[in-house]
């Protein structure tokens, strides 16, 4: 029977193949050319084959001939990174490696779009977003493959200030403060007249607003504080906590530190889950929520931080005592804050577990804040629980139920969200409430260091009474979730030299430091790949992960393709913009020389500018890069980053001109004036820096003459 597929037919038609068995062919030349490879010499006896001048040849032959068949292929399967390439280049294998991964890539994609049945909406390259205009100045309106641009007008990659969207304030007791007022109606969240009314109601709480001489005198007073390096750090927020005085206010009954029987949880099965997915049924769930006041609810968030500059929320889940909630915010994102009327209210108790990112995430992208919460993740630790402190060990304690976590890392903007998605989503709350019963239980039995782990136990926890010190290490708990739930998102300004200075210290060794010009290109590459990230809301890791920017920084490569060979693999954003890194070098060149060029210069004189003029193509450049608000071009967007005010290397601002071209002749090398003083030894001696000899023989000199001095 004949062995032959659809694709062996399409193949036949398209390609002009001889046979149209090609696919099954394949596959046993494929089968034997492995089998023949295992029987190739290795170790000591490949070595003494390699003495028979008949081996070496066949060896060579059979080598080129393997390297021009694979070349062959590559140029057929990736003719866009093979079509400079010759055969002979394959012997750097990472370029194999780097075709492999964008073939498996596109294999990747089309067998997703075959099993979805629609063709996936390619992502917008530099050229085709050149033109587009978008509401939100950072995003592209045509990547629609991005579930973010939904909300894009919620994003703004260049805000330097978070200001909450927190018009209403629910369960207050006591109004917005007024710099939070203020901050929103510079931003449009709120009216002029919202702001009058809010600074006067105000006014006459404990916290009150400051005049505007006050205020002015608060500013310099904390400018002049920043200037001499004390006070608040840069990046703290200058608005306070909406609910700050809310969680202070906290209190709990005494009937809380009481030990009381754990409530079972129901099987998983018999719990109904419900999906919410529109405003309606997001306000249906908080309706249904609220009559849980005076008792718990469980949540958790999934996150997404890969294709997006700040991250974003993909799920909130919750459950309550006979009900498990998931939330899919991608089509109410704007409407997720009503949240807030549940998150904040003090009677109604959110059991997280590991919450300290999670109440960061809420906050930047709901609004929402939370208000009596209990961190399962704190209470673990407070009971150094046995096998360790993850959600995962805690509902095997427990619960005696093993949670899958392979998903913890999983892509959750896909939609539909698989069956195994959702599965695994509302496991991460169903058990919690349980887990929360007994740690509260056994944390009140502590005496000393021990604690009472039958407390757990619905049977034992008749025969047990909380310790004064057991009340003492719940309040613990309590008191630094509390300390948790303050905590606020803000917004960090890019300081490329302390990236810059964290990688070294990363990477770094004695034996492969950065030099000066090194390094300044290495700063250069951190704010090339943040200002790049914020234009196409790409995460700094798929940009350019810091590795990928170090080895750049180390080899500083004198053309493009040379980078396959540094990088293994090679990322698409800097295989398409390969051509602006080497602009980032050359203008690291160019900046060394022009420090060489005014270092030798005589005394009294100015070095000359090492940028050359612009010619009418780099001019026209930069009129194309004013002229677009959006993503550039990559050649544009090299004009639009260098107009800008780029820092120096001891944190001036330098003014960044358009990049230089390489100059053909490299600037004088300086002379280095080495002055000795000393017994034995001659006033002052100089030595000519390009001769490393010289300088040996000026060192080695002076070490025989400190020798001979102490000698006498």
């Known amino acids: 029977m004949q062995n032959s597929t659809a694709v062996d037919a399409t193949l036949h038609l398209k390609l002009g193949l001889e046979s149209e068995g090609f696919v099954s062919q394949l596959l046993s030349q494929l089968m034997d050319l492995v089998r ?109 493959g991005k579930p973010q641009v939904r909300w894009r007008l919620l994003i703004d990659n260049e805000r330097t200030e978070f200001v909450p969207r927190l018009v209403v304030k629910h369960n207050r007791l006591v109004p917005l403060d007024a710099k939070i007022v203020e901050a929103q109606c ?8 919202d702001n009058v009314v809010m600074a006067a109601t105000t006014s006459g709480s404990s916290t009150a607003a400051q005049t505007a001489p ?18 608040k750090p840069e990046n703290a927020s200058r608005l306070p906590h909406p609910y700050v005085h809310e969680i202070d206010s906290l209190s709990w009954p005494d009937e809380f530190f009481r030990i009381r029987c754990p409530q079972s949880y129901e099987p998983v099965e018999d719990t109904p889950l419900v999906l919410v997915r529109t405003e309606r049924e997001l ?21 997404h931080d890969y294709r997006t500059y700040r991250g974003f929320v993909c799920l909130v889940q919750i459950s309550t005592r006979e009900k498990d909630f998931i939330i899919d915010p991608f089509e109410i994102f704007e409407s997720m804050h009503l949240l807030n009327e549940v998150f ?23 609004s929402v804040y939370l208000v009596n919460m209990f961190d399962t993740g704190l209470a673990t630790r407070a009971l150094k629980l046995h096998g360790g402190y993850g959600l995962a060990n805690l509902v095997q304690h427990y619960c005696g139920v093993k949670l899958d976590k392979k ?33 509260r239980n056994v944390l009140l039995t502590q005496e000393g260091s021990v604690f009472d782990m039958r407390a757990a136990l619905p049977e034992d926890t008749t025969k047990l009474q909380a310790t004064e010190e057991g009340v003492r290490a719940l309040q613990a708990v309590l008191d630094r979730t509390s300390a948790l739930c303050k905590s606020q998102h803000v917004e960090c300004p890019l300081d490329a030299e302390s990236v810059a200075d964290k990688l070294c210290v990363r990477y770094s060794s004695k034996q492969r430091p950065l030099d000066q010009r090194q390094t300044r290109l290495l700063r250069m590459l951190v704010q090339w790949r943040d200002r790049l990230a914020r234009n196409l809301d790409e995460s700094w890791n798929y940009i350019a992960p810091d590795a990928c920017l170090w080895r750049v920084s180390l080899s500083m490569p004198t053309a493009a393709s040379q980078l396959r060979g540094i990088l293994n693999p090679v990322p698409p954003v800097v295989h398409e913009r390969a051509q602006e890194i080497m602009d980032l070098i050359a203008r690291s060149n160019a900046v060394a020389g022009h420090a060489q060029t005014a270092s030798a210069a005589p005394a ?109």
């Open 36 to 144: 023949a490879s295992k029987r190739l010499p290795l170790g000591e006896e490949h070595s003494i084959r390699r003495g028979s001048r008949e081996f070496l040849t066949s060896s060579k032959e059979l080598g080129e001939r393997s390297l021009a068949f694979v070349h062959r292929t590559l140029m057929f399967l990736d003719p866009g990174t093979h079509q400079n390439t010759a055969p002979e280049e394959l012997a750097n294998f990472n370029l194999i490696i780097d075709s492999l991964d964008t073939i498996l890539e596109r294999v990747d994609s089309s067998l997703r779009d075959a099993i979805t049945g629609s063709a996936a909406i390619p992502e917008p390259t530099a050229s085709s977003a050149h033109g587009g205009q978008h509401a939100a100045g950072s995003l592209v309106a045509s990547e629609s």
């Open 186 to 193: 510079k931003v449009g969240l709120s009216s002029a007249s």
């Open 214 to 231: 006050e205020a002015m005198s608060d500013d310099l007073l904390r400018a002049h504080l920043g200037a001499l390096g004390v006070g």
């Open 283 to 303: 306000e249906q769930m908080i309706e249904e929520l609220k009559s849980c006041r005076g008792s718990e609810i469980a949540v958790d968030v999934e996150h």
């Open 344 to 366: 904040s209210d003090p009677q109604i108790l959110k059991v997280l577990h590991g919450a300290d990112m999670d109440v960061i995430w809420l906050q930047r992208d709901f």
């Open 407 to 439: 998903y913890q890392t999983a892509d959750w903007r896909q939609r539909p969200l698989p069956p195994d998605y959702i599965h695994y989503a509302r496991l991460d709350t169903h058990y919690l409430l349980y887990c929360y019963d007994c740690l």
């Open 604 to 712: 009294g004189t100015v070095a000359e500018d090492p940028v050359p003029q612009l010619d009418s193509s780099d001019v026209a450049l930069s009129h194309v890069a004013a002229e677009n608000t959006t993503v550039p071009s990559s050649v544009a967007e090299s004009a639009a980053l260098s107009s800008r005010a780029t820092p120096g290397l001891n944190g001036a601002c330098l003014v960044s001109e358009p990049w230089p071209v390489r100059r053909s002749t490299s600037a004088p090398k300086p002379v280095v004036h080495v002055t000795v003083k000393g017994a034995g030894c001659k006033p002052e001696d100089d030595v000519d820096a390009e001769s490393a000899g010289g300088l040996r023989a000026l060192l080695s000199g002076m070490a025989i003459a400190l020798e001979e001095a102490l000698a006498q």
